[in-house]
């Protein structure tokens, strides 16, 4: 596989493409088909595990270690995204309605959730 362009979002658009056709593929060839196999716990777990190492990785005062771990928690977030049926794409098209937007005014503009009894 071709490195993807790194323009425009096309990053994004590849990742996205990419963690669809692994949907199709071998659990025994592909990281992804197998955590798509194992379901959302499995990729929650993961995904939990990338945010300690991030924490930790806050703490060092180098930072590209920060950025190796955040790469993978975004990475593990598109999994769960594309298990959930969206897209990394659909996560730029939220983050494009709210540009520009106070994050105070965005926040107070969001629907109240009601508590669970």
Known sequence: M???KQQDGGLIE?????LEERKSQDPSQSYVAKLYL?????????????CRETI??????????????VGDLWFHTLVL????????ADVLQELGRRFGVSGIVEKASRPVKEKAE
Request: aromatic fraction near 2%.
């Open 2 to 4: 071709s490195e993807p």
């Open 56 to 69: 930790e990785a806050a703490s060092e005062d180098e930072t590209d270690h920060l950025v190796y771990e």
């Open 38 to 50: 194992k379901g959302l716990p499995k990729i929650l777990e993961k995904i939990e595990e990338e």
């Open 14 to 18: 590849a990742l996205d493409q990419v």
């Open 81 to 88: 995204l594309h298990h959930k049926g969206r897209t990394g």
